[in-house]
Structures are given as C-alpha cells and as structure tokens.
C-alpha cells in the first residue's frame, strides 16, 4: 500500500541521519544538549543514555502486520506528544530546567509535587501591555483637541442642569484651550490644518451662555466676532441670534435690522427659516406699536407659505386688525383662521378599523399613542384655543353689541372644521351675561342647551345650578344639578351645587356624602374640599374641618378665604398663637382688609398686648376711617389711658358717621364731665336733650349736673325724666299686649257670642269709667306739667292729691350710670371731718407756738 511504502522511505532516512557525520557532530553542540523529543513513556526518561533518535510519529519502526504498532497489537497508531518542562537528567540525577519558557509564566513542579501544569495556577502573569509614549507634536495637539471637546461637553451638561455660572466657566476654558491649539497648529502644521469647525463651535456655545448668564453686550460680541470673519460662510445667519438678545433688551428697532440683515443672508429655498425671520420681525413691530407694519408683514408670511396649519401667525394677524379697529378685517382674519387645516379630526380614517380587522386592530392600539399622535392631539388643542380666544377678543367689537358679535363668530364656526366648538363659544356668552349682570338673559342662553344633544349640555346645566344657588332657589339648583349628573355622571362640580343644595337645606350629612363622592371623581377638587370643611365646622367636628382646610390649602396656597378659614378655626380650639401666625399670614395676602387688622388687634387686646393691638387697629382705621367699631375701641383707649381730649375726636367722629345714635354724643358729654368741663358737658347734655327728648339717661346726667351746679332747672327736668319714663312703659305695656293680643285672638273669637247679651249696662259703665279714666289722667298731666289745679269737672284738688304728687315727684328716681367710667377718686389728704363719738377739745394758748 502507499502508505506502507512512505513509511519505509522515512525509515530510510531515518537510518541515514545516523550515519551522517555532519549531523552527529551538530548534536554534540549545546543545542544538541536539549531534551530528546519523545514520548512520555520513553527510554531517555527511565535512565537511558541521551541518544540521538527520530521524532515519533504515526508509525513505529518493525512494523509486523496491518494495523499493528511498535507499543503492541491494538490496532490503531500511536500519537505521541512533544516532552515539555524538562531535559535529560543532568548532573546530580536531577532533571534540568529549561530556562527558555519562564519568560512566560511557565514554571514547573515535576520534582516538587505530582500537580501538572495549570496556566490559571501560575505563578506570575504578564504585564499589562504599555502604551507607546508618542512624543511627537501631532500627538501633543490631538490631546489639546480632545480636551476642548470634553470642555464643551461639560459645559453642555452644566447647562442642562441649569448651572450656567460652571457653565460660563466651561465654555470660557474651552475658548482658552482652542486658541492655544489653533497657535500650535498654524505654527507647527500651517494654517490649513487648522480646525475652523471647532473654533466656530466654542465661540456659538460660549455666545449662548453669555446669552444664558444675562451678559448681553459679551454675547453679543462672541457673535460679531464670528459674523465679521469671512472664513465662516454662513455666519450672517448669527445675526437672528444677535436680534434675539435685542429682543430681550427690548430693542426691538436694533432687533429689526438686525433680523432683516439676516434676511438678506438666508436663501430663498429655505422658506421655513424666512418665514422664522419675519415671524420675529412681526413680533417686534407689534411690541413697538406699529401694527400697520406687522399686519403686512404677516400677511407676507400667510401669502409665501402654503396653506397648512400656522394658526401662529394668523393669530398674530388677526390681532393687528383688532389693533387697528378695523371690523371687515378681523372678520376676514377669523375666517382665514377657521380655514387652516387641523392635522387630525375625531372621524380621521387613519384611525378608524373600518373592516374591523384584528390586525388592524392591533395596529391602531399602538399607533394610537405613540409620539406623532400626541404631537397631533397636541396641535389639534392649541389650535383650538386659539380659535376660542379670537372669538372672545373680536366678538364685541365686530357688531354694534357682543350678542350680535357672538352670534356671527358661532355662525361661522358651526361651518368649518371646528365645529365643536360652537357650544362653548354660547356657553362664554352667557358667561358674558353674568358679567354685565344680566342672570336673565344668562339664564336663557343656557337653558336653550336643554333641548340640544350636546356635549356642553352637563356644562350649560351646571352653570345654571349655580346661578340658581345665588338666587337662593334651592328647587331649581337642585334641579338643574340633577340634570347636569344625568348628562355626565362624572362631572364633579354638578356633584358640589347639589352638595350646596343639601348645605343650604341643613342637611349636614347629605351634603357631605355628595361633596365625598365629587372628591372620588376629583381628588384635586378644591371647593368639595372647602365645602367639607364647612360641614365639619357645622357639625362641630373642629379637628376634621381643620385638616380639610389644610388640604385645600395644599391645593390652592395663599387663599385668602382659607387661610381666614384656618385662624378662625385655631381661635375656636384656642390656639392662640396658631390664630394669631394664621391671622398675619391673611393680612400678608389682603394687608388692606381692615376686618381682619381689627380683628387680629382684638385679639392682642384680650392678651394684653395694647401696643400691638394699638398699631393693628390704628392699621385698620388708616384703611377705613369710617368702621365704627374700630372708633369706639380707639375712643375707649384714649380714655383709659387719661387722653380725654383725643377720645373726645373719635367720638366726634362716630356722631358724624352716625348722627341718628344717642351714645356717640353721651360719650362727648361724659368726657367734658371727666375732665371738669361741666359748664360744656350741661351744654352737650342740653343739646342731646334737644335732639332726643325722650331719652332717659341723659335726663339723669342733666339732674345730676343741675343739682351739683345749684341750677333752677333741675325741676323742670325732672318732671320731664317722669313724663318719659312713662311713655316707655306704655310703650312695653302697649308691645307686651299686642303680643298678648295675637295669643289669644282665636280663644277671644270663640268666646265672642256668649258676652252679646252683656253689652247694654256694662257698656255705660264702661263709657262713665272711661270719662273718669281720662279725666284722671289729664289731670296728672296737668299736675306733673305745674300749669294748673282744676279738672275738666270743675272741682279743685285736695291736700290729698297734692300731697301724693308731691311724694311721686320726691321719690323720683334720677340715679344713672356713666359709660365712660367712674370719675378719678380724689386722693385723700390728712384732712377729715371729726367723727361725733370723738372728743373734743379747745384751742389752748399752751399750744400756740412761741
């Protein structure tokens, strides 16, 4: 066989090689000394001599039969591997190492211990490979580069976290660091190696954080540097950047040219950057006034562009007309409005499953919400709203009233796309009612929506609940509130008007119930919250109303009506000190409300505090002169602390904002009397009397003063002190019997037909002790006034009678009380009278000094 036959030609060569001179001389070399590459198992290992011997191979020497190899008969061929790790023996018996292979990590343990060679056991790795220092120029640069880039990235990511001052600094080390590297580079490299990219990089980002930073003119030179070099092409396009920072100056002419320079720079296939453009020159005209210039220049912009969906700008034109007053324009620029394009519609074919296909179906599900459909859904809104706010704006200026102006804008937009909002357009014209105070006529524009299947129908009903609520017409609030549930059960506010209805009916826990289930609707519903508060305070729950007006605070902060809520609540619980921080945080909101000035200066005056209450009252009356409590506290603390005279101005003040009440003027008199002024307290005292004949208590002041000043005048006052005192109490026994009178009325009715047949004799004598009556009464009179004896029956009065008037008269109670206070107690002296029981004795010349 072949195969039989190579092996014999190797086994040839085999036996020339040891016959060859040359190459037994070469194996007595040191190279010849290295280990014999055998087999493991071979005889150089078990102690024989080294020999030169072939490489081991597929096939033995004496080969004997088929298949069959030197080891034995197994029937297949030897392969035997490379001896590694150790030569012969050497010197000694040992095995000798092979010093070539430790370099690598490789290291033996043959004659230490049985473990075979493991490289992930080894005994030391290899070095990390170093990186070739390059020393050269390039390299040097390329580091230079890399950390301008890195510079600016930081300072990108500053910006981003709004931390433009380590930005500043950034970017400035950035612009530091380029300008050395374009140095080196036009020194070493030449001027066209240099980077032109990057340096127009560093200057725009530093530009813009000078802009950030609010350092205008420096931005604005970062820019000129850039705008003035001819090697950046399209630097002028840097002049938009240059009119924006103007803008911001509002500089707003500089801010034109410089936009119009741009202008001229930016081609005209680029029509979206120049539409941009003059969308910004626009803007500036109308910030200037000049609403002539930026109508033409929108309309420009309108013309140039396609009919697409720059509601911007046509809003913008609009608002020129209506700057301009001119009516058929503003009508012309709604119009034009209406007819831009949305880039959706509810029935849009897109997203609609016509086939009703499954796989269509999951194809909707996803498209449905993904990022163009809320861009759309986006546009779609913004689009309305302005719409609503061109027909609010120009709807009362287009007609001769804004119901006509109204009508005409709703007309219009039932025809075009935006139909839909055509209900909430009437719904803020009867808004418009409620403004000028025409419920009536607001209340008719809403309930046409009755009768209208329309989405804005809860809408209409709602606003009519609450409309009725004000009117106090709870029935009707009730209904329309139902009604508004029924259209929607998820509107929240028809749940709060029948929340208020049930409130208004005192049915605490009703209206509770309802306001509940508006906040599980709406837990952000601020006035279910308030309302729950209310509820809570009614029923007595302080704590609970408490924590509901915390939330709504949360909700709604620095609202004056929760907060006054809060104070009231704490002054309730008695935490005064919470009342009182509470309190100055209301007045910090509404510092002018002189209620709650003259309230919180209440309530330093129950602690004591009168400085403070001084400075909150005198807050208060600095706001409202006219409040007559804050009056009196000022007139009553002038009097404690012994300023009569200023207290006496208060009240002066409270006569003249209510001449028709007795006490402002009693007070007057009585600080006269305080101060010893008698003479002009009897003159006050006799001014009121004037005034207010009838009045009691300053009948007992004239006595008192008539009587210390030994005054003639005291009887003629007294007998008028009787005279009143008299008809009050006809006054209370005439009010007392009316009320008696109603009582019995119905008993007095049924008993009226037994008491006919009594009606001839008592009738006389009623009519004789009628005459007698009156005769008596007159001649009272009479007696009281002092001008005569005789009675309408000719006869005289007795000692008797006489007697007893006198006795009435002595016995007349002239006691009184004064509303001003006590007068000051004179200070006791030494000097006092003898008491009887004393003994007394007489002036001795012994005791006269000498």
């Given at each position: 066989?072949?195969t039989?036959?190579?092996?014999?030609?190797?086994?040839?060569?085999?036996?020339?090689?040891?016959?060859?001179?040359?190459?037994?001389?070469?194996?007595?070399?040191?190279?010849?000394?290295?280990?014999?590459?055998?087999?493991?198992?071979?005889?150089?290992?078990?102690?024989?001599?080294?020999?030169?011997?072939?490489?081991?191979?597929?096939?033995?020497?004496?080969?004997?039969?088929?298949?069959?190899?030197?080891?034995?008969?197994?029937g297949?061929?030897?392969?035997?591997?490379?001896?590694?790790?150790?030569?012969?023996?050497?010197?000694?018996?040992?095995?000798?190492?092979?010093?070539?292979?430790?370099?690598?990590?490789?290291?033996?343990?043959?004659?230490?211990?049985?473990q075979?060679?493991?490289?992930?056991?080894?005994?030391?790795?290899?070095?990390?490979?170093?990186?070739?220092?390059?020393?050269?120029?390039e390299?040097?640069?390329r580091?230079?580069?890399?950390?301008?880039?890195?510079?600016?990235?930081?300072?990108?990511?500053?910006?981003?976290?709004?931390?433009?001052?380590?930005?500043?600094?950034?970017?400035?080390?950035?612009?530091?660091?380029?300008?050395?590297?374009?140095?080196?580079?036009?020194?070493?490299?030449?001027?066209?190696q240099?980077?032109?990219?990057?340096?127009?990089?560093?200057?725009?980002h530093?530009?813009?954080?000078?802009?950030?930073?609010?350092?205008?003119?420096?931005?604005?030179?970062?820019?000129?540097v850039?705008?003035?070099?001819?090697?950046?092409?399209?630097?002028?396009?840097?002049?938009?950047?240059?009119?924006?920072?103007?803008?911001?100056?509002?500089?707003?002419?500089?801010?034109?040219?410089?936009?119009?320079?741009?202008?001229?720079?930016?081609?005209?296939?680029?029509?979206?950057?120049?539409?941009?453009?003059?969308?910004?020159?626009?803007?500036?005209?109308?910030?200037?006034?000049?609403?002539?210039?930026?109508?033409?220049?929108?309309?420009?912009?309108?013309?140039?562009?396609?009919?697409?969906?720059?509601?911007?700008?046509?809003?913008?034109?609009?608002?020129?007309?209506?700057?301009?007053?001119?009516?058929?324009?503003?009508?012309?620029?709604?119009?034009?409005?209406?007819?831009?394009?949305?880039?959706?519609?509810?029935?849009?074919e897109?997203?609609?499953?016509?086939?009703?296909?499954?796989?269509?179906?999951i194809?909707?599900?996803?498209?449905?919400?993904?990022t163009?459909?809320?861009?759309?859904?986006?546009?779609?809104?913004?689009?309305?709203?302005f719409?609503?706010?061109?027909?609010?704006l120009?709807?009362?200026?287009?007609?001769?009233?804004?119901?006509?102006?109204?009508?005409?804008?709703?007309?219009?937009?039932?025809?075009?796309?935006?139909?839909?909002?055509?209900?909430?357009?009437?719904?803020?014209?009867?808004i418009?009612?409620?403004?000028?105070k025409?419920?009536k006529?607001?209340?008719?524009?809403?309930?046409?929506?009755?009768?209208?299947?329309?989405?804005?129908?809860?809408?209409?009903?709602?606003?009519?609940?609450?409309?009725?609520?004000l009117?106090?017409?709870?029935?009707?609030?009730?209904?329309?509130?139902?009604?508004a549930?029924?259209?929607?059960?998820?509107?929240?506010?028809?749940?709060?008007?029948?929340?208020?209805?049930?409130?208004?009916?005192?049915?605490?826990?009703?209206?509770?119930?309802?306001?509940?289930?508006?906040?599980?609707?709406?837990?952000?519903?601020?006035?279910?919250?308030?309302?729950?508060?209310?509820?809570?305070?009614?029923?007595?729950?302080?704590?609970?109303?408490?924590?509901?007006?915390?939330?709504?605070?949360?909700?709604?902060?620095?609202?004056?009506?929760?907060?006054?809520?809060?104070?009231?609540?704490?002054?309730?619980?008695?935490?005064?000190?919470?009342?009182?921080?509470?309190?100055?945080?209301?007045?910090?909101?509404?510092p002018?409300d002189?209620?709650?000035?003259?309230?919180?200066?209440?309530?330093?005056?129950?602690?004591?505090?009168?400085?403070?209450a001084?400075?909150?009252?005198?807050?208060?009356?600095?706001?409202?002169?006219?409040?007559?409590?804050?009056?009196?506290?000022?007139?009553?603390?002038?009097?404690?602390?012994?300023?009569?005279?200023?207290?006496?101005?208060?009240?002066?003040?409270?006569?003249?904002?209510?001449?028709?009440?007795?006490?402002?003027?009693?007070?007057?008199?009585?600080?006269?009397?305080?101060?010893?002024?008698?003479?002009?307290a009897?003159e006050?005292?006799?001014?009121?009397?004037?005034?207010?004949?009838?009045?009691?208590?300053?009948?007992?002041?004239?006595?008192?003063?008539?009587?210390?000043?030994?005054?003639?005048?005291?009887?003629?006052?007294?007998?008028?002190?009787?005279?009143?005192?008299?008809?009050?109490?006809r006054?209370?026994?005439?009010?007392?019997?009316?009320?008696?009178?109603?009582?019995?009325?119905?008993r007095?009715?049924?008993?009226?037909?037994?008491?006919?047949?009594?009606?001839?004799?008592?009738?006389?004598?009623?009519?004789?002790?009628?005459?007698?009556?009156?005769?008596s009464?007159?001649?009272?009179?009479?007696?009281?006034?002092?001008?005569?004896?005789?009675?309408?029956?000719?006869?005289?009065?007795?000692p008797?009678?006489?007697?007893?008037?006198?006795?009435?008269?002595?016995?007349?109670d002239?006691?009184?009380?004064?509303?001003?206070?006590?007068?000051p107690?004179?200070?006791?002296?030494?000097?006092?009278?003898?008491?009887?029981?004393?003994?007394?004795f007489?002036?001795?010349?012994?005791?006269?000094?000498?």
């Open positions: 066989m072949a039989s036959s190579t092996l014999t030609q190797i086994d040839m060569c085999m036996q020339g090689l040891d016959e060859d001179t040359n190459f037994q001389q070469a194996l007595k070399t040191a190279y010849g000394k290295r280990a014999d590459l055998r087999t493991a198992y071979g005889a150089a290992v078990s102690g024989g001599a080294p020999m030169s011997q072939r490489l081991a191979t597929a096939s033995g020497r004496g080969m004997t039969g088929r298949g069959m190899t030197a080891r034995g008969k197994t297949r061929i030897s392969t035997a591997r490379l001896t590694t790790g150790y030569a012969a023996e050497g010197e000694g018996g040992e095995p000798r190492k092979i010093k070539a292979v430790e370099a690598v990590g490789f290291v033996s343990s043959r004659g230490n211990s049985a075979p060679f493991d490289p992930s056991r080894s005994v030391g790795s290899a070095k990390p490979l170093e990186k070739a220092e390059d020393s050269s120029e390299a040097a640069l580091v230079l580069e890399d950390k301008v880039h890195r510079l600016l990235e930081e300072s990108a990511e500053a910006i981003a976290q709004k931390d433009f001052q380590k930005a500043l600094e950034k970017a400035k080390a950035a612009g530091v660091h380029e300008r050395e590297l374009t140095r080196k580079k036009e020194a070493q490299l030449g001027p066209e240099i980077n032109l990219d990057l340096t127009f990089a560093v200057l725009v530093l530009a813009y954080v000078q802009e950030q930073c609010e350092m205008y003119p420096e931005a604005i030179n970062t820019l000129l850039l705008v003035k070099n001819k090697t950046f092409d399209r630097a002028g396009r840097l002049r938009v950047n240059i009119g924006n920072i103007y803008f911001k100056q509002q500089k707003y002419l500089q801010a034109v040219k410089q936009y119009r320079m741009a202008l001229d720079q930016i081609p005209s296939v680029q029509q979206e950057m120049r539409s941009a453009v003059l969308k910004n020159i626009g803007q500036a005209f109308i910030r200037m006034g000049q609403y002539g210039d930026a109508m033409k220049t929108f309309e420009h912009v309108l013309e140039e562009t396609p009919p697409g969906d720059d509601f911007d700008s046509a809003l913008n034109c609009l608002l020129c007309y209506f700057g301009l007053g001119d009516r058929e324009k503003m009508k012309r620029g709604f119009a034009r409005l209406l007819s831009l394009q949305l880039p959706t519609h509810d029935e849009d897109r997203y609609m499953n016509i086939h009703e296909d499954e796989q269509v179906q194809y909707l599900d996803a498209v449905q919400d993904d163009l459909r809320k861009h759309e859904l986006a546009t779609k809104k913004k689009a309305e709203e719409v609503l706010k061109a027909a609010k120009i709807a009362p200026v287009i007609e001769s009233s804004f119901a006509e102006g109204y009508d005409w804008c709703i007309e219009r937009v039932k025809g075009s796309a935006f139909s839909s909002l055509a209900s909430e357009l009437e719904i803020t014209k009867a418009t009612y409620l403004k000028l025409d419920v006529a607001a209340a008719k524009v809403l309930k046409s929506f009755e009768k209208k299947e329309s989405n804005m129908l809860s809408t209409a009903a709602t606003n009519l609940s609450f409309l009725y609520i009117e106090n017409d709870v029935k009707q609030a009730e209904r329309y509130a139902d009604l549930m029924d259209a929607d059960k998820y509107n929240h506010c028809a749940l709060v008007n029948k929340g208020n209805c049930a409130f208004m009916r005192k049915r605490l826990e009703e209206a509770q119930e309802l306001y509940q289930e508006a906040l599980a609707i709406d837990s952000s519903c601020s006035e279910a919250l308030f309302n729950l508060g209310l509820v809570h305070r009614d029923l007595g729950n302080l704590e609970d109303a408490l924590e509901y007006f915390h939330r709504v605070n949360l909700l709604v902060p620095d609202t004056p009506e929760v907060v006054a809520a809060i104070a009231a609540l704490n002054e309730q619980l008695d935490d005064t000190d919470q009342a009182c921080e509470w309190y100055n945080t209301l007045i910090s909101l509404v002018s002189p209620n709650a000035l003259a309230h919180l200066g209440d309530m330093f005056d129950r602690l004591d505090d009168k400085s403070q001084f400075q909150y009252h005198f807050e208060g009356f600095r706001y409202f002169p006219a409040e007559i409590n804050t009056i009196s506290w000022f007139g009553s603390y002038y009097i404690d602390s012994q300023y009569i005279q200023k207290a006496i101005q208060f009240f002066q003040r409270a006569v003249e904002i209510q001449p028709g009440e007795v006490k402002w003027r009693l007070m007057i008199a009585s600080c006269h009397r305080k101060t010893g002024n008698y003479q002009r009897l006050t005292y006799k001014r009121i009397h004037t005034l207010f004949p009838e009045n009691i208590e300053c009948l007992k002041f004239l006595i008192r003063l008539c009587t210390d000043m030994g005054l003639p005048e005291v009887q003629d006052y007294a007998v008028a002190l009787k005279k009143a005192e008299q008809a009050k109490e006054r209370e026994r005439a009010a007392s019997g009316r009320g008696s009178a109603r009582r019995s009325g119905r007095g009715s049924r008993q009226a037909s037994g008491k006919r047949q009594r009606s001839g004799h008592r009738a006389r004598e009623e009519r004789r002790s009628g005459r007698d009556s009156a005769r009464v007159m001649s009272s009179d009479d007696d009281r006034d002092g001008r005569g004896t005789a009675d309408f029956g000719g006869s005289t009065r007795g008797t009678d006489f007697s007893a008037s006198l006795n009435r008269t002595n016995t007349l002239a006691s009184y009380k004064d509303p001003v206070g006590a007068l107690v004179r200070p006791k002296t030494a000097a006092r009278k003898a008491d009887d029981g004393e003994d007394s007489e002036l001795d010349e012994d005791m006269l000094p000498e």
